[in-house]
């Protein structure tokens, strides 16, 4: 089944060579947030960017875009689209209603309806729950610290997600996830370690629904409890590579103000899982900015005056990468509710696809949002949402 058979690349959307990158760039990234069934979001952003053409060169993510960017990453261009959507279909196959008549009110319940099943049967694929569950578990057992089991997620991974592919460091690859002894964040990078699916499954590890996975001597849990943006990765890398990035999130800080408790519950999960993306960026940009203002002041010193550490760091200072961060944030429908993100229905799963597929081509229809920042800038942030340049 294609989930998108029905959509065509807009026209004034230019395909691209393979492999094309903007002038002074040196890297493609696609950043992706966690948010469950909302990562198809996620998956219609990469088709979109792969119709035109646009490859990522680092794909990182945490929880459901640790899945979605293993699935990129652990196979070549040419399979991408067809494992996710073999990942999503078969993740959203239960069937929910029959028949839903329409109107917002009927698809609330028929939403409300598909997240009770989900948390009463899991997801085929993805998650089962535990026989006996936790709350009748010994202290100690296997069964006592989640209510659902992963195992079904190892297979999907190992059979859709070519970890030799990812290991030979094809495409750059990292995953976010919390150590739980000492409450650390980590990422998991193929640039420095052998990556496999527990390193993925870790990522999604979200207590206390889903188990604590083991890697060596340590456990791990999902790396949205600490951070659910793993945008930072890669901003604090000092490789200096100008990088456009495709930041994903599926969480949208700014909403409205709440008026019952479900308005409560899914605005208290919007903002404690936006992970305050525009705060990061903007104290990057400043950041940057200062590093320029001091390689300007540092240039204007003669050289005999700098001792040797001030020479190394005018000389860090001549090669501070460039970024340019094309935001895109799904868009809540008025009838989604706090459950948004364990709704595994196929009809939500193809209308976060389908919103994810327009928002980029919306996106890269703005042609001047795809170039570097101007030398000396640092961080340039394009909203599609927003419409302005910041």
């Not at 597929?357 to 920042?373: F, G, S, V």
Request: charged letters at 25%; aromatic letters at 10%.
């Amino acid at each position: 089944m294609n989930v998108m058979s029905d959509v065509t690349l807009a026209p004034d959307v230019e395909p691209r060579a393979k492999g094309w990158m903007p002038e002074r760039c040196d890297r493609i990234a696609l950043v992706l947030q966690g948010g469950g069934a909302l990562g198809a979001y996620q998956a219609g952003v990469y088709e979109a960017m792969h119709e035109a053409g646009i490859e990522p060169d680092w794909v990182s993510g945490v929880s459901i875009g640790a899945i979605n960017s293993a699935i990129i990453a652990g196979n070549p261009p040419e399979l991408r689209l067809e494992r996710l959507r073999e990942f999503w279909n078969r993740i959203t196959s239960r069937r929910i209603w029959h028949y839903t008549p329409d109107g917002d009110i009927y698809r609330s319940m028929r939403n409300a309806t598909s997240s009770m099943m989900t948390m009463n049967l899991g997801q085929p694929g993805f998650f089962k729950p535990r026989q006996p569950g936790p709350w009748i578990s010994p202290t100690g057992a296997r069964n006592a610290t989640s209510y659902y089991d992963t195992e079904p997620l190892r297979e999907t991974l190992l059979e859709l997600v070519d970890f030799g592919r990812i290991n030979a460091r094809t495409t750059r690859f990292s995953v976010g996830a919390v150590n739980v002894l000492s409450g650390n964040f980590i990422y998991f990078d193929n640039a420095s370690e052998e990556i496999g699916p527990e390193h993925v499954m870790a990522s999604g590890a979200l207590p206390p629904a889903l188990p604590m996975v083991k890697i060596g001597t340590d456990y791990f849990w999902d790396g949205g409890i600490v951070s659910n943006t793993p945008l930072q990765h890669l901003l604090v890398q000092e490789d200096g590579l100008n990088s456009l990035v495709f930041q994903v999130d599926l969480f949208n800080a700014r909403g409205m103000l709440p008026r019952d408790m479900q308005d409560v519950i899914g605005r208290h999960k919007d903002i404690m899982y936006s992970s305050r993306t525009r705060y990061n960026t903007d104290v990057y940009r400043r950041l940057q900015t200062w590093k320029m203002h001091l390689a300007q002041a540092l240039a204007k010193i003669p050289e005999a005056d700098l001792d040797d550490e001030q020479r190394k760091l005018k000389v860090e200072l001549t090669d501070v990468a460039q970024y340019t961060i094309l935001h895109l944030i799904y868009q809540q429908k008025a009838y989604e509710g706090h459950a948004k993100d364990f709704d595994f229905s196929g009809t939500s799963m193809r209308e976060h696809w389908q919103s994810g597929y327009e928002d980029t081509r919306r996106t890269l229809k703005r042609h001047e949002w795809l170039a570097m920042p101007a030398e000396g800038t640092g961080i340039l942030v394009h909203d599609v949402h927003r419409e302005t340049d910041r």
